[in-house]
């Protein structure tokens, strides 16, 4: 990946990315029992609103969970996607999260896989990101950018191993237009 200097603030990565639970201990059992992710901050919130812990994801990086004691339920389709990628919907709202990807070394992801499914989970294919029609190369080639596979935690919060293949570098990498507001196919009307 290429790194591009911030002309207006000094960022050095993410300091951590906060999510929200219904069951802490049981975000504690899977994000360091399975995923082997320490637990490194434990917060109890004042007026006994919830707690708000946080795990080491490497690299000065922190992902971190609340647990409010009033949280409304997860909508899926909604506040979350129905299912991992290659096997359900990515659809989700404006403003939710859709999912998080964890850098882990692309060679590694079949090891991972096997990892993840001995521990239990339901894990979705290895995916070889490219720039097909589809965004999906059938095997890992030159083409591929990133490979990846998914998975979701105990509250059906979408997490994605992901592990970038070369650099992003090339003037194919920023050629799309952005989309707009009206854009949104939600926005037409029939006529």
């Known amino acids: ?17 906060a999510l929200v639970c219904s ?18 901050k434990t917060i109890e919130l004042p007026f006994g609103y919830g707690q708000h812990f946080f795990f080491d994801a490497g690299n000065g990086n922190a992902l971190a969970f609340f647990w409010f004691a009033d949280a409304p339920e997860a909508v899926p ?51 070889n990101h490219d ?4 965004g999906v190369a059938p095997a890992w080639d030159e083409g591929v950018f990133v490979r990846s596979l998914y998975f979701k935690d105990p509250d059906g919060i979408l997490v994605e191993f992901a592990g970038w293949t070369r650099a992003l570098d090339r003037p194919e990498d920023v050629r799309h237009t952005p989309r707009t507001a009206a854009d949104l196919t939600r926005n037409r009307t029939a006529d």
């Open 131 to 134: 720039d097909s029609e589809y």
């Open 23 to 40: 069951d802490m201990q049981r975000t504690v059992d899977f994000y360091q029992g399975v995923l082997g992710m320490p637990l490194i």
């Open 77 to 127: 389709g909604i506040s979350a996607p129905k299912g991992v990628p290659d096997s359900g919907e990515l659809l989700s709202a404006v403003g939710s999260m859709n999912h998080i990807a964890l850098d882990v070394p692309a060679e590694r992801l079949e090891e991972y896989r096997e990892k993840l499914i001995a521990k239990g989970l339901e894990v979705g294919n290895i995916l």
């Open 1 to 17: 990946m290429v790194v591009v200097a911030n002309s207006e603030f000094e960022m050095r990565g993410f300091n951590h990315l």
